[in-house]
């Protein structure tokens, strides 16, 4: 695996066409529709899963200790072999959201926030997408229109560091097709595995999937947790 980052972005954001096989793609996606319905949170425009729990204490940014889900495994030792994680305080993801989407369905732009080292790997399931990314004004509010787009294949890992991850916004439009897809329009259009999927310029979305790995920077013990909890209720 060649770890350069897209040219034209800001520092910096990887992308790597066929991270995982497709017989991995499919068996995490088994792994993960086993899961009961009512571990999902069903929201207006997808749904969600976050493992191996919701941040929790008075500002949502402690995670109670507890292990990834064993399907990731093959996931989370790639990204530790390629040291993406090397930085952050746990040199591992240690928290993942689950994000389901139907053709039509996705997400409001916006910052992934502080209680996560600034280092986000994301791997996408069973479709494609388009992220969009916003740079800010000087005032620090978003953008109108996005100034970038980043394909992801299915079976791609996307990696979001440094000025990428705390100056810019990213979000997925409400659509069914993308279109526009061409070398100008798409900034990791050289880097793409299966290029010629895109030629036609669009293409219709699937059911997708995506995995967003990364790491909570405070976690504490379960009774250590409670405390927070209960500080942050009184
Ligand atoms: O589904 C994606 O690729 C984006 C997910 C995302 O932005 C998030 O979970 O914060």
Known sequence: M??????????????????????????????????????????????????????TGSSHDILVDAPLPTYLDPIVARLKDQKFFEESPHRAPNHVLINEYR?????????????????????????????????????????????????????????????????????????????NLNRHNIVNWDLLGDGDLYESGRIRRQTRISLTLRDVVKVAKLGGAMKFITRGRS
């Open 2 to 55: 060649t770890v350069a980052p897209i040219e034209g972005l800001p520092p910096s954001c990887y992308y790597f066409h066929s991270f995982i096989s497709p017989a991995e793609e499919e068996q995490i996606i088994k792994d993960i529709r086993r899961l009961p319905e009512s571990r999902w949170t069903a929201l207006a425009h997808r749904r969600l899963l976050s493992l191996p729990s919701n941040l």
């Open 103 to 179: 053709p039509g369905e996705g997400i409001m732009p916006h910052e992934d926030g502080p209680a996560y080292s600034p280092i986000t790997a994301t791997v996408s399931l069973g479709s494609h997408t388009v992220l969009e990314i916003y740079q800010k004004t000087e005032q620090g509010e978003r953008e109108a229109k996005p100034t970038w787009r980043i394909l992801q294949e299915p079976r791609s890992l996307l990696v979001t560091t440094g000025d990428m991850y705390v100056h810019t916004l990213h979000g997925i439009s409400e659509i069914e097709t993308d279109e």
